[in-house]
Nanobody, 121 residues
Framework: QVQVVESGGGLVQPGGSLRLSCAAS????????MGWYRQVPGNERELVAS???????NYADSVKGRFTVSRDNAKNTAYLQMNNLKPEDTAVYYC???????????????WGKGTLVTVSS
């Protein structure tokens, strides 16, 4: 079983920064894509940023130039550096490990439980 755990959320003032971490565990051999998503109550979950095991990245237009996604393949960990945060970035941020190869086989994807980011003065 693959577990995904997010951390690093909290309360920050507009213009501030936060760094989220996502750690995947469970006899993992490789993870194809690690993605960060966010969701506001009443809205659909949306992709914020993703990164492949080769380092290719993809960002939502709303965060380009402010957020940076990175990963450490050896640690099965991804990060989301969020700068110049805005109130509209307030959401629960989820991490998804997609295309996971473990010692027991292949898993399409696994979600974490999320971490809350609140941007407010």
């Amino acid at each position: 079983q693959v577990q995904v755990v997010e951390s690093g959320g909290g309360l920050v003032q507009p213009g501030g920064s936060l760094r989220l971490s996502c750690a995947a565990s469970g006899s993992i051999l490789s993870i194809n894509v690690m993605g960060w998503y966010r969701q506001v109550p009443g809205n659909e979950r949306e992709l914020v940023a993703s990164i492949t095991n080769g380092g290719s990245t993809n960002y939502a237009d709303s965060v380009k130039g402010r957020f940076t996604v990175s990963r450490d393949n050896a640690k099965n960990t991804a990060y989301l550096q969020m700068n110049n945060l805005k109130p509209e970035d307030t959401a629960v941020y989820y991490c998804n490990a997609h295309g996971v190869v473990t010692t027991r086989g292949f898993l399409m994807g696994s979600w974490g439980k999320g971490t809350l980011v609140t941007v407010s003065s």
